[in-house]
Protein backbone atom coordinates (compact mmCIF):
# COMPACT_ATOMS: atom_id res chain seq x y z
CA UNK A 1 0.00 0.00 0.00
CA UNK A 2 1.33 3.37 -1.32
CA UNK A 3 -0.66 6.96 -0.15
CA UNK A 4 1.28 10.25 -1.36
CA UNK A 5 -0.38 12.92 0.02
CA UNK A 6 0.20 16.47 -1.82
CA UNK A 7 -0.01 19.85 -1.72
CA UNK A 8 0.37 22.85 -3.96
CA UNK A 9 -0.61 25.69 -6.40
CA UNK A 10 -1.48 26.52 -9.62
CA UNK A 11 -0.46 30.17 -10.40
CA UNK A 12 -0.89 31.52 -13.71
CA UNK A 13 -2.66 34.84 -16.15
CA UNK A 14 -4.68 34.48 -19.31
CA UNK A 15 -2.18 36.13 -21.84
CA UNK A 16 -4.75 36.00 -24.96
CA UNK A 17 -8.14 35.06 -25.42
CA UNK A 18 -11.35 35.83 -27.56
CA UNK A 19 -13.05 37.71 -24.98
CA UNK A 20 -11.58 41.12 -24.35
CA UNK A 21 -13.48 40.44 -20.70
CA UNK A 22 -11.34 37.75 -20.06
CA UNK A 23 -7.87 39.28 -21.22
CA UNK A 24 -5.04 39.27 -18.32
CA UNK A 25 -7.44 37.53 -16.06
CA UNK A 26 -5.00 35.84 -13.26
CA UNK A 27 -5.87 32.28 -11.77
CA UNK A 28 -4.70 31.70 -8.48
CA UNK A 29 -5.75 28.27 -6.75
CA UNK A 30 -4.89 26.37 -3.64
CA UNK A 31 -4.79 22.66 -3.89
CA UNK A 32 -3.97 19.11 -1.42
CA UNK A 33 -5.07 15.55 -2.18
CA UNK A 34 -3.65 12.00 -2.07
CA UNK A 35 -2.80 9.48 -4.38
CA UNK A 36 -3.60 5.48 -3.17
CA UNK A 37 -2.14 2.70 -4.57
CA UNK A 38 -3.02 -0.97 -3.30
CA UNK A 39 -1.38 -3.90 -4.81
CA UNK A 40 -2.17 -7.77 -4.20
CA UNK A 41 0.19 -9.92 -5.37
CA UNK A 42 -1.28 -13.47 -6.67
CA UNK A 43 1.16 -16.50 -6.44
CA UNK A 44 0.86 -19.76 -7.81
CA UNK A 45 -1.24 -19.12 -10.81
CA UNK A 46 -0.39 -19.30 -14.26
CA UNK A 47 -3.05 -16.86 -15.37
CA UNK A 48 -3.36 -13.98 -13.20
CA UNK A 49 -0.13 -12.11 -11.98
CA UNK A 50 -2.81 -9.79 -9.22
CA UNK A 51 -4.78 -6.91 -8.55
CA UNK A 52 -3.77 -3.31 -8.25
CA UNK A 53 -6.31 -0.34 -7.27
CA UNK A 54 -5.23 3.49 -7.55
CA UNK A 55 -6.93 6.04 -6.45
CA UNK A 56 -7.01 9.97 -6.29
CA UNK A 57 -8.51 13.01 -5.03
CA UNK A 58 -7.83 16.64 -4.94
CA UNK A 59 -9.58 19.60 -3.86
CA UNK A 60 -8.91 22.89 -5.76
CA UNK A 61 -9.57 26.16 -3.84
CA UNK A 62 -9.43 28.98 -5.83
CA UNK A 63 -8.52 32.31 -4.18
CA UNK A 64 -10.10 34.50 -6.84
CA UNK A 65 -13.00 34.66 -9.40
CA UNK A 66 -12.00 32.65 -12.57
CA UNK A 67 -13.28 33.43 -15.91
CA UNK A 68 -14.06 31.59 -19.32
CA UNK A 69 -15.99 31.23 -22.06
CA UNK A 70 -18.60 29.36 -23.48
CA UNK A 71 -19.97 28.82 -26.97
CA UNK A 72 -23.60 29.25 -27.23
CA UNK A 73 -25.69 27.58 -30.30
CA UNK A 74 -25.39 30.56 -32.35
CA UNK A 75 -21.29 30.39 -32.07
CA UNK A 76 -21.44 33.70 -30.29
CA UNK A 77 -18.85 33.37 -26.89
CA UNK A 78 -20.25 34.19 -23.57
CA UNK A 79 -18.93 34.93 -20.44
CA UNK A 80 -18.85 32.78 -17.54
CA UNK A 81 -17.44 33.44 -14.02
CA UNK A 82 -16.77 30.99 -11.78
CA UNK A 83 -16.47 31.29 -7.63
CA UNK A 84 -14.05 30.54 -4.93
CA UNK A 85 -16.03 27.83 -3.56
CA UNK A 86 -14.01 24.59 -3.99
CA UNK A 87 -13.90 22.15 -6.51
CA UNK A 88 -13.36 18.50 -5.52
CA UNK A 89 -12.11 15.57 -8.48
CA UNK A 90 -11.85 11.77 -7.43
CA UNK A 91 -10.78 8.97 -9.60
CA UNK A 92 -10.13 5.07 -9.10
CA UNK A 93 -9.22 2.13 -11.11
CA UNK A 94 -9.59 -1.63 -9.83
CA UNK A 95 -6.86 -3.58 -12.37
CA UNK A 96 -6.75 -7.18 -12.72
CA UNK A 97 -2.84 -7.76 -13.80
CA UNK A 98 -2.60 -10.81 -16.52
CA UNK A 99 1.03 -9.99 -16.35
CA UNK A 100 3.56 -7.19 -15.47
CA UNK A 101 2.26 -5.50 -18.57
CA UNK A 102 -1.55 -6.11 -19.89
CA UNK A 103 -4.70 -6.54 -17.79
CA UNK A 104 -8.16 -5.56 -18.02
CA UNK A 105 -10.25 -2.78 -15.57
CA UNK A 106 -12.49 -0.77 -14.18
CA UNK A 107 -12.19 2.79 -13.66
CA UNK A 108 -14.77 5.47 -12.04
CA UNK A 109 -14.45 9.44 -12.12
CA UNK A 110 -16.61 12.15 -10.27
CA UNK A 111 -16.05 16.12 -9.64
CA UNK A 112 -15.01 18.98 -11.30
CA UNK A 113 -11.51 19.92 -13.44
CA UNK A 114 -10.35 22.87 -14.79
CA UNK A 115 -10.48 25.23 -16.87
CA UNK A 116 -14.41 24.90 -17.25
CA UNK A 117 -14.96 23.06 -14.48
CA UNK A 118 -17.83 21.05 -15.73
CA UNK A 119 -18.90 18.23 -13.73
CA UNK A 120 -17.96 14.51 -14.29
CA UNK A 121 -20.94 12.90 -13.49
CA UNK A 122 -20.15 9.12 -12.26
CA UNK A 123 -18.32 8.09 -15.25
CA UNK A 124 -17.64 4.81 -15.62
CA UNK A 125 -14.70 3.28 -17.65
CA UNK A 126 -14.47 0.07 -18.65
CA UNK A 127 -10.99 -0.92 -20.53
CA UNK A 128 -7.73 -2.98 -21.58
CA UNK A 129 -4.67 -1.59 -20.02
CA UNK A 130 -0.95 -1.53 -21.67
CA UNK A 131 2.21 -1.09 -19.79
CA UNK A 132 5.80 -0.34 -20.57
CA UNK A 133 9.28 -0.40 -19.39
CA UNK A 134 12.34 1.33 -21.03
CA UNK A 135 15.65 1.52 -19.60
CA UNK A 136 17.57 4.67 -19.68
CA UNK A 137 21.34 4.01 -19.72
Do not use: C
Not at 16 to 23: I, R, V, Y
Not at 70 to 89: I, N, Q, R, Y
Not at 100 to 119: H, K, T, V
Amino acid sequence: MFLDPFVGSEIGKNLKSPLADAQGNGIARLYFGANLTLEAPVKNMSLLKGFDFNASYIRRLPLKNELTFSKEDAGELKLVKFGKGPKDHADAKFIVKLNDYFGPFIGFEWGRLPPNYQLVDHKWTFGLLFKSKIKVR
